[in-house]
Nanobody
């Protein structure tokens, strides 16, 4: 069983920064790819950023490239998402997800956190 817990969400103004963290417990964290997704009301979860289990490769949605940075600390079993220059369009519930295989769609991930709300006011 793999458990994920997000933290770091909140209410900020446009242009501000937030750092989300995902704590992973259970099986060998270093063997899992981890991704961040987000969901707004009425929409499906969309891929935001992902990192391979070695941390050697990262991927970003076009909408966040240059503003968000994903990183992982395998010694601490955590993955972080640094979000800079936030925009109102970034308002969503953010979820971290983990799986042994890499993917950019929600159905490719078996393990999910409960989500953390990020609200960006204009």
């Amino acid at each position: 069983q793999v458990r994920l817990a997000e933290s770091g969400g909140g209410l900020v103004q446009a242009g501000d920064s937030l750092r989300l963290s995902c704590a992973v417990s259970g099986r060998t964290f270093s063997k899992y790819c981890v991704a961040w997704f987000r969901r707004t009301p009425g929409k499906e979860r969309e891929f935001v950023a992902g990192i391979t289990w070695t941390g050697g490769a990262t991927y970003y949605a076009d909408s966040v490239k240059g503003r968000f940075t994903i990183s992982r600390d395998n010694a601490r079993n955590t993955v972080s998402l640094q979000m800079n220059s936030l925009e109102p369009e970034d308002t969503a519930v953010y979820y971290c997800a983990a799986d042994e295989r890499w993917g950019t769609t929600p159905n490719e991930y078996d393990y999910w956190g409960q989500g953390t709300q990020v609200t960006v006011s204009s």
